[in-house]
């Protein structure tokens, strides 16, 4: 299903629900995995936004990226440190 959705939200101008279903996949593990860094609930917070805005911005950053879930993750640590 999330991979239904990559496909969907890259592939489309104004795949906004498919981006939506991406974002609340993927953001609970994310504030998790940032709070396990030692980070702050509310800095994990905002790295996980940042991130999520930029993917938004300039999705094609992700067309040739193979394990997204594994790229938000490298992205919110690089944030955070």
Known sequence: ????CWK???ANKDGYDAFSFIYN????????????LG?????CRDAVHDVFCKIL???????????K????VTDIYS???
């Open 57 to 67: 911005i300039d999705k094609k950053k992700f067309l040739n990226v193979n394990n």
């Open 69 to 72: 879930g594994m790229k938000l």
């Open 39 to 43: 980070f702050d609930e509310d800095t």
């Open 79 to 81: 944030i955070n440190a």
């Open 25 to 36: 996949f993927y953001v609970n593990d994310l504030l998790s995995y940032g709070v396990s």
């Open 8 to 10: 969907e939200f890259l």
């Open 1 to 4: 299903m999330i991979d239904n």
